[in-house]
């Protein structure tokens, strides 16, 4: 009703409204839009040199190229232990602390702030904390481990690596953890956030008509709070998933611009956006920006599918509002 | 007597949690404060026995952190300024105003808040050689003067100001600029700040933008420069004072956001979620 | 001032076609006068207020203030004043700071107020400042409006009835050309509400500001306006004194429109001359053509009398007190029931027949199409 009460004028105007917008469009049309389109059209360009603009007609290699590269096949694996190993188990930790935190009141708001403040703290900062933290001889970690009688681990170490594929294996694996345990640390604080005010939101009612019926606690967690809860869930899982495939500056914060242990040299801890910055960074040789580009739209697929599938999830939740 | 035991567990698990975020901070200042001798101590000693204060100001002789400080102060308040008015301005125009294609337009600044800024890195990275800025303050700038997410999160604060103010407003003798100006941004002011505050982490978060077009040292933001300091020659670091230039770059923004907490969360919690 | 639709027209383009939410208008408000727009939600009441205010214009047609065609003109240029439902009060500013929001906010405004100072000062000797008439001006509209207590509250602070008045003062204190009140009473409690629209009608006297008033109370506008529109789907019922609208409907809509309790609809017909309802003759003589027809009367002009015409039999079938009244419903026949309206009902029961009859002048006949075709 009230907005059949306006119309075009003479409140409105065209000619205000555009007026109002240019200053963003231009900038989203030159920052944003233009570059996807142009990412899109460099990665099918045949030993593109950019200075020049010179290109040898249109070709799909540099996607096969990648695809069998060794050091992206790296980088994807890199990128999924993150996004499907790293941040669901974040996600369950933030899911139970805010659990937690919704059943108490006092401090809750200072333990809030408490949590936050990972998010809060510069990415490479943290990332350099936590590679002293691992340190063989200064860490946190084997210090703590050496009051249990263990001996310190060397857990960034490339030491003969490169020879064996035994000693490779276990320094990467060790690499993962160090990795795992920076990711639940780093992740943990938005989601609880998050989760906090979806639990929150649920109406208080429901919860007291079931205790007044005598449900246990975990029946109304189960029955109750986790269905109402499960747009939020859905919502924290497929944001945290796209942030954690765009991971870049925490790697490089913890293992080094060469994404490993000194020693390696096969880029060991690389991610998909390391890989896209790496090729970037040789961009005076022919074709590497067309690399790049092949693998920034592999990127922007899986993005593309994920956020169509939280529109997806979005839309078949929304009744439980 | 039940329910006081599940308390009791319910905040011991609050404090284990608790303990394990504090750890990484307590390392790292407990760090900044060894002499260099207890920082290479083998066993690592948990606490300093004497507390080194001066590591801050060796850290600051040692490497030109303060001005990565002002390139990166200097950087935010523009990239906050520039991005405010032009958010405030585009978020008014959707929110208030009709015009043919807002739809359409509005869609576009949907789309951008999805897409991930990694995917423009290259293009925008041969844009700005093409244009001969590497190497300067307008590379670090222009790119992030424009914020879908900021346009968006104003449009929906907009959009809840009531038609009438508007129309109140109109018929007292106001053009739209000035309703903007006097009605608009007042009522809007938590946003505002809120979108500011995210603006300014993001830019002291970020890294491999001016990573890329940036190589000297007097243009080097926070990050970059933190990344490479304190790391000799034969690739050794210098711990305590890593740690100390570490120390200085985190609390800032830390009692940045104790102060304006809520402005934070409610930026955070509203972005996604409706409600 | 006065305001003059001439064949005004109102479309708004919807997703499918368009709608007309004012259709052909043609309406005098005179210079000084109260007027109430009147009628259901939906029937462009609020459209035509907003044409006057500027802030949408007419798909066709001319709007006139006096002899100015203000058609196009955009709302700032007017001069017309606006009271919302929601009293759209700034909320970030205190009462004063609303009040005098106008005075300092508009260009054209600010321009008469130096006008107006420069006047006073010289009649006056005086030297105000600007800033400091701004204040004399808000304070005086503040007493006028009786808010002069809270000046320095927030609008959140305030009752409805409290926030009411900031938002009539704030119109009122650039004095415009013209008020005009959206539904203004709605979202007030049942007695401000009544209490609201005394002050809005001594104010209006006061000030002697043309005055539009929209609503689909009819009581509200039955009480205040010195004559009211009624208006369905976008055109214009009836236009006139609210006594002589109200006695004199023009058709059936505006008969069933108005009136607290609800007016009495009798389906017939006529025939060699009679009104015929319900297999009985209850007016013998009608001089109209022979048609089905619809009586209307309202139940407040009903009385018990055992000689009248028309004349009906009937019987008591509830009764209960409303406030001070008593509405007695009775049995017609099977199909039929009649409500009148009583001061008092000591001596019926219910099961009584009555013999009763309508007050002369007072009954009405309407045609298959509505319009008023016959009144006694």
Known sequence: MAAMKRDRNPLSDDRKAYFYLLPAFVLLVIFTVYPVINTIITSVKLDYRFLTGVYNGFSFGHYLDILRDKTFQRACLNTAFIAFICVPASLITALVTALLLNSIKALRNFLTTLYYLPQVTNIIAAGMVFALLFHTNSGFINLVLGWFGMDPVPWISGVGIAGSADLYTRSYIRCLFILFIYSLWQGLSLKVILFLSGLQNINPQYRQAAEIDGTSQWNIFRKITFPLLSPVTMYVLITSVITALKSYASVVALFGDSYGPIGDNSKMMITIVGYIIDSLGDYLSPGAISKASAAAFILLLIIVILTALQFYFSKKWVHYK | MRKTLMKTVNYFLLAAVAVMVLIPFFWMLGTALKSEAEALHIPPMLLPKIYHFDNFAKAVRAEPLI???????????????????????????????????????FAVVLIAVMLPQEIMIITNFMTIAKLKWLNTFRAL?????????????????????????????????????????????????????????????????????????TTQDNLRLISNGLKNAFTTSTGSIQYELQMAAATLVTIPLILIFIALRKYIFSGITRGGIKG | MEVRFESVTKKFPMKKGEITAVNRLDLTIDSGKLVGLLGP????????????????????????????????????????????????????????????????????????????????????????????????????????????????????ELSGGQQQRVAIARTIVKQPSILLLDEPLSNLDARLRVQTREEIRRIQQMTGITTVFVTHDQEEALNICD?????????????????????????????????????????????????????????????????????????????????????????????????????????????????????????????????????????YLFDSNGAKIWQQ
């Open chain 3, 41 to 156: 939600s939906g029937c462009g009441k609020s459209t035509c207020l907003f044409m006057i205010a500027g802030v949408c214009q007419p798909t066709s047609g001319k709007l006139w203030f006096d002899d100015r065609d203000v058609t196009t003109l955009s709302p700032e240029k007017r001069g017309v004043g606006m009271v919302f439902q929601n009293y759209a009060l700034y909320p970030h500013l205190t009462v004063k700071q609303n009040i005098e929001f106008p005075l300092v906010n508009s260009k054209e405004i600010r321009k008469q107020l130096e006008t107006k100072l420069a006047i006073h000062n010289k009649t006056g000797n005086g030297k105000t400042k600007l800033k400091e008439f701004v204040q004399q001006e808000v304070l005086r509209t503040a007493r006028l409006v009786e808010i002069e207590d809270c000046l320095d509250r927030k609008p959140f």
């Open chain 2, 141 to 213: 700038i222009l790119p992030y003067c424009v914020n879908a997410f900021n346009i968006f999160l104003l449009r929906q604060t907009m959009k809840q100001i009531p038609e009438d103010l508007y129309i109140a407003a109109r018929i007292d003798g106001l053009g739209n600029f000035r309703y903007l100006w006097k009605v608009v941004l007042p009522v809007a002011k938590p946003t505002i700040l809120t979108t500011m505050l995210l603006s300014m982490i993001w830019i002291w978060d970020t890294y491999a933008w001016p990573n890329l077009v």
């Open chain 3, 227 to 363: 004559e009211i529109a009624i208006m369905k789907k976008g055109i214009l019922q009836q236009f006139g004194n609210p006594q002589a609208v109200y006695d004199y409907p023009a058709n059936r809509f505006t008969a069933g429109f108005l009136g607290g309790t609800p007016i009495n609809m009798l389906d017939g017909e006529i025939s060699d001359g009679k009104f015929i309802a319900g297999g009985q003759v209850i007016l013998p003589d009608v001089p109209i053509a022979d048609q089905p027809v619809t009586a209307g009367f309202r139940p407040e002009n009903l009385y018990v009398s055992e000689n009248g015409t028309p004349r009906f039999n009937l019987e008591v079938v509830e009764m209960y007190r409303h406030g001070g009244i008593t509405v007695v419903t009775t049995k017609f026949d099977a199909d039929n029931a009649i409500r009148l309206v009583k001061e008092r009902s000591d001596n019926m029961t219910i099961g009584d027949r009555l013999m009763v009859t309508v007050a002369p002048g007072m009954l």
């Open chain 2, 67 to 105: 001005r990565y400080f002002l390139n990166t102060l200097i950087v935010s308040i523009f990239v906050v300024l520039i991005s405010t008015a032009i958010s405030v301005l585009s978020a008014y125009a959707f929110a208030r105003l009709t015009f043919r294609g807002r739809d359409f337009l």
